[in-house]
């Protein structure tokens, strides 16, 4: 384990406050949530995890809102580079829909996937194809994939890879949004970071371990990209960990110190792979 990482104990602070820890898998330079749960969808209440709603009702989920119509923007340009004349897309783990309807609005064929029961009836009521499981999508090919913020919750990582990498074309792209444990952040707030969402966070990424993991299935990483809005959205929901309260202005200046730095070690608060078959 190395030097700056201890045994990690931390908790489901968003809806059971029950205890977890994080255990440094050395093989992979990733840290690994234990124990996971066997029933896992009882900790994505809606009510609390607003990734599965569309409204925003406190402070700090109006700047999650905002701060997500600007970002599905840039995602749709993101994937119009890796665009074909077919552009099929699978997103997985698509919440209430989105994206897709960004990405259906610039002439994607789109298709999401969706474990949440109330999220997917969010996304069909919008008209898009939408499935439950992986499994129900047969033999269907996809020029780009996506996950954002979604890999580091799916469990039987080794087997859900195959899945996702059989399911891309030849010359696919897959592109994937992670939390990043070795950013500031992350090393400032411990084990209030937010981004250990523990335990819907199954597997918490360095870069190492994204580049690993994928060569091994012979997927290298092409390129990688900041997100720079995450580390202040952390940083607000950590501070709301730490102190019990949120400290808006200490948690912009983490946020902000936190992509300083990252300008020159790249370990940002969360990173965007783009991922290509070799």
């Known amino acids: 384990m190395p030097n700056h990482i201890s045994k990690i104990l931390t908790k489901d602070f968003l809806v059971t406050q029950e205890s977890f820890e994080l255990e440094y898998d050395s093989k992979y330079d ?69 994206f897709l309807i960004n990405a259906k609005n610039k002439n994607w064929k789109t298709v999401g996937v969706e474990l949440n029961d109330s999220a997917r009836k969010k996304a069909v009521d919008k008209e898009l194809e939408i499935y439950k499981s992986l499994d129900d999508l047969n033999s269907k090919k996809f020029d780009v994939i996506t996950l954002w913020h979604v890999l580091e919750h799916l469990p039987d990582l080794d087997k859900q890879i195959n899945k996702i990498t059989s399911l891309l074309n030849k010359n696919g792209t897959l592109i994937i949004a992670v939390p990043n444990y070795k950013s500031y952040d992350a090393q400032y707030y411990k084990e209030f970071w937010a981004a250990y969402d523990t335990p819907r966070h199954i597997w918490h990424f360095s870069q190492k371990a994204i580049r690993s ?18 580390s202040f959205y952390v940083s607000l929901l950590s501070e709301k960990y730490k102190s019990g309260s949120s400290n808006y202005l200490k948690a912009i200046y983490r946020g902000f110190i936190s992509n300083i730095k990252a300008k020159t070690s790249t370990e940002y608060s969360s990173l965007i792979y783009v991922l290509k078959k070799e």
């Open 30 to 98: 990733m840290l690994v949530t234990k124990p996971i749960p066997e029933d896992l969808e009882k900790y994505y209440d809606p009510n609390n995890y607003i990734s599965h709603s569309d409204n925003g009702k406190s402070l700090v989920e109006k700047i999650y809102q905002n701060v997500k119509k600007y970002t599905l923007n840039k995602k749709v340009k993101l994937i119009n580079e890796y665009t074909t004349d077919d552009k099929n897309l699978l997103d997985i783990g698509c919440g209430t829909g989105e």
């Open 213 to 230: 993991i994928f060569k091994n299935k012979k997927i290298e990483v092409v390129n990688t990209l900041p997100m720079y809005f995450d």
